[in-house]
């Protein structure tokens, strides 16, 4: 956490103590010494002090059955939470616990971000490798030389962890966040980011780019649907059918959606813009390479291989068997007429 938005944060911190201290003293508990202590040494130096034991104010509060008004339910405030650690949070919240005070699960207080103001790195890679970089460094605790290598494709060896580490550094999370949603699933990182608010607004944003499950569904069911309509199964492992045909590959599919996007390579049409719900995540998919060149099945290059292209664009690309067009080429017909 920046040093003034810390500091501002303990001066809120201080506020809400002595309004808990005014509200307790309506009720009939009046903390004279509390106030005292805040006065002198201020509200955040103090509940670092009597987090570590029960107080007679703690007690007599339990007393009156206004737990909420102690120091340690003030703490456990969200907003509170990015000054304490893990361990001061889990006290506070025993100790309530232990005298039938009820609060949040605060199984998750995520380290304060430190945004290092450096983009180079962050806006040379694209989103969903970005994406990639957080959930194996949060998740999977991979080291940011790991990340260089495994993710961003780097070679090994010679990478020293620095472009990952980058855009780690640029998002705001430092060494204190390897690992730190180790065994939690997508959906569930995802949550506990959108609870924090704003600062992890461009994390969740990108995470989300990871979460296929609607994008892969909607593949597979077009796939199914061209499959019987050709019938016939059709790209990447060589099928014999009629004739010699390639069975579409899902991944590949889904992979070049995500790096070019739903709108046509060539014109620029967009299915959802169209035609609603219907045309949700639907585009195809054009070879760069036709597939009925190929004498067999290889690895195909999402970005470099695969453009998506809308119904009309593609069959004019393939519309004369012996005179395939490039879509550059379909893009200066166009801009042509």
């Known amino acids: 956490m920046a040093e003034e ?8 911190l201080h506020k809400a103590l002595l309004e808990a201290a005014r509200s307790a003293k309506s009720i009939g508990y009046n903390p004279t010494k509390f106030n005292q202590m805040i006065a ?51 006290t506070a919240k025993t100790r309530l616990s232990e005298f039938g005070y009820e609060v949040e699960d605060i199984s998750f207080v995520l380290p304060p971000l430190q945004p290092s103001g450096r983009e180079r790195e962050f806006i040379d890679y694209e989103d969903y490798l970005k994406a990639k970089v957080i959930f194996e460094h949060l998740v999977n605790g991979l080291t940011h030389r790991e990340l260089d290598e495994s993710v961003l494709s780097l070679e090994k060896g010679k990478s020293k962890g620095l472009q990952s580490m980058n855009i780690l550094h640029y998002l705001g999370m430092k060494a204190d966040y390897k690992g730190v949603f180790e065994g939690k699933e997508l959906n569930e990182v995802l949550d506990i980011l959108t609870e924090q608010g704003k600062e992890f607004e461009e994390s969740v944003r990108l995470l989300t780019l990871l979460d296929d499950k609607d994008l892969i569904h909607n593949i597979n069911s077009d796939l199914e649907a061209e499959q019987v309509e050709e019938g016939h199964g059709i790209e990447g492992n060589v099928k014999y059918y009629y004739g010699k045909r390639y069975e579409r590959d899902s991944k590949n599919r889904r992979l070049a959606i995500k790096k070019h996007g739903l709108n046509c390579y060539v014109c620029g049409f ?4 169209v035609y609603g719900e219907r045309g949700t995540d639907f585009i195809e998919i054009h070879h760069v390479k ?7 099945a290889i690895k195909i290059n999402p970005e470099t291989d695969l453009v998506p292209l809308c119904a009309n664009c593609h069959r004019m690309v393939h519309r004369r068997k012996d005179d395939v067009l490039s879509v550059e080429q379909l893009k200066s017909l166009i801009k042509g007429k």
Do not use: C, M
């Open 270 to 273: 967009n299915f959802e813009e």
């Open 5 to 12: 938005q810390n500091k501002q944060l303990q001066n809120e």
């Open 290 to 296: 036709p597939l009925s060149t190929l004498e067999e």
């Open 40 to 90: 002198t040494e201020g509200g955040y130096i103090v509940t670092k002090k009597l987090i570590h034991k029960t107080s007679t104010g703690f007690e007599k509060l339990w007393k009156l059955n206004r737990l909420d008004l102690s120091t340690e339910a003030v703490i456990l405030q969200k907003k509170f939470k990015p000054l304490f650690t893990k361990e001061e949070l889990e």
